[in-house]
Structures are given as structure tokens and as C-alpha cells.
């Protein structure tokens, strides 16, 4: 069973999926399982049949030879079917949680993570994200699609080969409402975007920013939720992930193995969680600013930021910034 | 340093205290180490002076003899601080993180956790929540007041002994603000309390009941978001905590020993959040309803809820809740 489930007083949606408490809660981290992993050469049928792969040898579909390859998650959040009603009334109200949920595969090497694979096949990640997205945008129920890594046992990952998961969900979830009504209003007071504005300030300032290269950004932002949490964004502004060109995939890569390398040095190979943020799927609205985020889960998140939904940041930004521009190296 | 740092697109406010990063990382677990656990007996000096503690021998402050003890945190998320400033402007903001942080140590037991306790003893904590509660009501800064108890290393705990924390705010936090303004507006449109029609059906339902008891209901929510969450609640519509009497903080203390410990049978001694929510205390809105929500902690949190603020719950509340009357006992 998956349904979105109201919470009557904060209008919260939670999504009710019990078919992940099949999951496997093992991670899988010797080499010696390689022959069990759903996501390396030859396990092709493991996983349900592939929606997406590159393969420039013309191999068949769930067979070997692929670069990177996507499949539906065997565990869904959201899930295409079109059976589901809305139920409940008053106090008591859950939607389908319609939508879709796929993972794509990063490459077929079972131990390498995505900073250290070589740019071009980055970039191949990106172009899939980009593909999925697209094909995801066109679908009449999904009104958002969220794509997350993550990476590390303490981030969530259920499966050590190096994977991304692509959200297509029926609602534009909470965490994007905030931002989005934030842009939209700054917009409308301002004329302008206030990503754009943050961005010339941290370029100018310094003290926060980490990278400045090839038409993207990254920067640890001021109200930093966790310790080295960092956001990269295109200079120009785009409101679309999906229009991403050819040029900006591979600048994109470029900057994200740099990030991800300097957390690998500065953090000795921590486990992180990274979002794609951009506007809604069916919004014209070009206020927003996509990015990404990414936050390394260095310390727990306890009570006080579960009851108050506030988050406490024991380092500041600048402190971590200095840290991944290599100007501070003792803590 | 600790501030509270606005992010200028959503608003949000985030704690920014970096003394928290000298806290001991280590769980004392072992008996073996009592004489380093800064909460028991003969350790007094260890905190900083106390700001509460019953005593039925009439000992001195920071001595042994003591039944329930109060102290300041070692390292505050919020502090008292009247030379603290407003700094900074448009889009980099903050505030002092003023207020308070305090510890309420629960016995002088190093091993017992609450449900563990005697009856009167819980009442006593109790009793030490109201009256802390009463002191920071009456500080000019302190706009809410959320008393949390995490139990267990998974929950976020650092120390074993069993303790509870008082935050007392400039602000009230968003998860409060999200269910303050829900009250008020269910109020506005039906002249009635949100709260007390979820009892009500509930009660009237049942399968999401778990106990009915000296005027306390506890049940697991309808969008309870993880597994096995649940909320205690007066029967009795009332919006202030801090106006508890004495014989329901008896019943309170009863309810909490019964739901805890059905955790600790049904789930296995669970880590887990408790947090106390109640209207801000310069408030004279009655609105809201006060009320206890508990979250073991039974899976992780990664990267899709922190993206999106949106929770995935892999178990149903009418499953949980049968767990819990024992009316199940295989999962």
C-alpha cells in the first residue's frame, strides 16, 4: 500500500509506503557480493525492466554494455496507477500517491562513487537525470520531481553501488513551497531572483563561497541548516533544470566532482544526501533559481530538530568554507 | 557563538551554536563509569550550580539528596544574554539566540529510564517541567517553551542517564507554527477544538487507539509520520501545559510509564524523541491543545525527507497501534 496521508491539522502530507519494510536493511559493502548487487553487470534482471540506458554498443535492453542505466525503484513512494482515488473526508483525507520513483544507476562500477568517476560519464549521469525528467514533466499526475543522491549508509543508502533516485510525485512537497514562495515574492517586491542576488553577494564577500568555475557556483549558504552543508547553482539564471544544455552538463560534472572531492579530503569520505531543487513541472513561473544542495551527515538529527523543525549547525559556513577552499586544514 | 540565522528565501530560522561541538561524542553506557556521569550522585559540581531540585532533607544546593534536579546546559542552544544585538541586514540576518537551555535529570538512578520510574517519581518530573516551565514563562525574551526527552544513542541522546532538556526560545519554531495555526483556523470555522474532535473519533473509532486512562488518551495520529508515533493527550480541552494539576500530573505520569514501556515490550527498549507541545507562553489564545508526541526512532532519515519535508512512513498507525494493545505480536 502507498497513499499521501493528510495530517488534519498542519495540512502536511506523509507518505504511507509499507512496501518498504521489505527492503533490504543489509548494506552491501565487500566486493566479494558483487554478485549480488542489482546494480552491476549481468544482474540486469534483478531490478524491473530498464526505462533508460546509454549503451553505444547496441546491446539489448536489460542486458550488459550500458553506461548508465535507470530502472523503476522495486520499492516505490510514488506509483503509476491510475486505479487509485482520492479517500477519507474531514479530518481523515489521503490522495493516490501517484507519480513515479526510479533509480539511476551512476555507472556499472560497483566501487566507484560519482566523484570519482571520470567527467564524461558524469556528465552522462546529468544528461539521464535530464532525460527522466523530461519524460516525468509529460506525465498528466506528477506535478514535481525531486532527484536525490544519496550516498553512505548514514545518509539513507540501502545499497552501496554508487545511485541517484528520481521523486515524480503528485504535489509539490513542503520543503519546496518554502523556497519557491520565498523566490516568487522576492520577485514580485524586487524585480529580481534572490538566488541571483545571494550569488553576486557571495562572489563579492567570499567568505562562504568554495567554487567559481565554468558558469557555476558553489558556495556554503549563510543559514547553513547542518555543518558543510553547500548549494551549487548555475550564474545564469534558469528556472528549468530540463533546459540544461550540453555545454552546462559537463560544467555541472566538472563542479561536482570537485565538491564531492573536497568533502572526500576534508571529511575523510563522508556520507552525504544531494537534491536537485528546481520549479514545478507544470509552472511557467520563472522566478525560481534550480540548484542543488548537498549536505554531508556529519552529526544526528535529534529531538530538538524534529519537535521544533528548526535545525541546530554546530560550525559556521565560513569556518567550513575556509575548510574546503584548503585555507584551514586543523579542527 | 550562538545565533539564530535567517535564511532569506524560506524565511526559516536555524540555531547556530558552536560550542555544541565540544560536547562528548561518547555514550557512557557501563555501570563501570557512574563516577564520570555528571548527573549523579556526589557529581553535582560536575554541571553548572542547579536551578531546581526537590529535596526532602532539606540538604544544600549541589549536594546529594535530591529526587529530581534542574541544571543549565553545559552547552546551550540558547542562552541568557542581554548584550546580544540584532546583526545584519537584507538578505543576511540574525538574531541572539536568546532564552534558555536547561536539563531536568529525572532520579538519581544512573540505570532507570522513565517508565522504569515509581509513579510518584514521573510525577515529580513532571511537576519540574511546570515549574521550570512557570520560571521561563516570566522571562521577557522567551516566546516559547518546547521540553523535549530524547532517550537513546539513535534518539540523539549523549548522555545515558536518564534527562530531559527545556528549550526556551525567542520565537516560536515552525513545526509549533504549523500547528498553532491550524487550531486557530479549525477554531475560526467550527468553534470547536481540532484536537478534541481527533479524540473524539478516535475514541470512537479505536483503531488507532492504544489507551483511555484518568482522563489521558493516547493514540497513534492518522498521518503519523514513522513508525509506531504516538500522541498523548488531556481529554479535557486545555491550551496551557503550565496549568496542569496536581492529580493530572499523577495520570500523566501513569500514561507515560504505560505507553513507554509498551514501547520498550513490543519494540525492544526503542530510542526515541518525546517532545511537549503547548502554546507560546505569551499567548492568551486557547485555541490549541497541549499535548505529548513520541517518535521511537525505528528507521532513518535520509535524504528524501530533508529534501523535501516530507516524511515516508513504511508502517501503517492502525497496524502500530494494534501492536501496542496487543492485539498483534508478529511482524
Chains 1, 2 share one sequence.
Not at 509506503?17 to 549481468?42: I, L, M, N, Q, V
Not at 564531492?260 to 575523510?268: D, H, K, M
Request: with cysteine; net charge negative.
Amino acid at each position: 500500500m502507498t497513499e499521501l496521508r493528510r495530517d488534519a491539522v498542519t495540512g502536511n502530507w506523509v507518505v504511507v509506503a509499507t512496501e518498504r519494510a521489505r527492503r533490504p536493511d543489509h548494506f552491501r559493502k565487500s566486493k566479494a557480493k558483487d554478485e549480488e548487487c542489482p546494480f552491476c553487470y549481468g544482474q540486469e534482471k534483478m531490478t524491473p525492466p530498464e526505462t533508460l540506458a546509454y549503451r553505444t554498443n547496441g546491446g539489448a535492453p536489460d542486458s550488459p554494455g550500458w553506461s548508465v542505466r535507470v530502472v523503476p525503484n522495486k520499492y516505490p513512494v510514488f506509483v503509476r496507477d491510475a486505479s487509485l482515488r482520492p479517500s477519507g473526508s474531514g479530518l481523515y483525507y489521503s490522495v493516490p500517491s501517484a507519480g513515479g520513483h526510479e533509480v539511476i544507476i551512476h555507472s556499472p562500477d560497483h566501487e566507484k562513487s560519482l566523484p570519482e568517476l571520470p567527467i564524461d560519464q558524469v556528465a552522462l549521469v546529468i544528461r539521464a537525470y535530464r532525460d527522466r525528467y523530461l519524460f516525468f514533466k509529460g506525465v498528466k499526475e506528477v506535478d514535481f520531481i525531486e532527484i536525490i543522491l544519496n550516498h553512505g549508509k548514514d545518509a539513507g543508502a540501502s545499497l552501496e553501488h554508487s545511485h541517484s533516485q528520481l521523486f515524480a510525485m503528485p504535489l509539490v512537497p513542503p520543503a519546496a513551497q518554502d523556497q519557491l514562495a520565498g523566490a516568487a515574492d522576492y520577485m514580485l517586491k524586487n524585480s529580481r531572483c534572490i538566488y541571483c542576488d545571494i550569488v553576486e553577494t557571495e562572489r563579492e564577500n567570499g567568505v562562504r563561497a568554495i567554487a567559481d568555475e565554468d558558469g557555476f557556483f558553489a558556495f556554503m549558504p549563510y543559514a547553513s541548516r547542518l555543518p558543510f552543508e553547500s548549494w551549487i547553482l548555475p550564474l545564469e539564471h534558469q528556472a528549468f533544470f530540463e533546459e540544461i544544455d550540453e555545454a552546462s552538463m559537463r560544467s555541472l560534472a566538472k563542479m561536482l566532482i570537485l565538491i564531492l572531492g573536497r568533502y572526500n579530503e576534508v571529511l575523510s569520505k563522508p556520507s552525504y544526501n544531494l537534491f536537485l531543487h528546481t520549479t514545478p513541472c507544470k509552472s511557467e513561473d520563472r522566478s525560481y533559481h534550480w540548484h542543488i544542495e548537498i549536505i554531508p551527515k556529519l552529526t544526528a538529527i535529534a529531538g530538538f530538530e524534529f519537535g521544533t523543525g528548526m535545525m541546530i549547525n554546530i560550525s559556521t559556513p565560513e569556518d567550513a568554507a575556509a575548510f574546503m577552499r584548503g585555507e584551514k586544514s586543523d579542527q
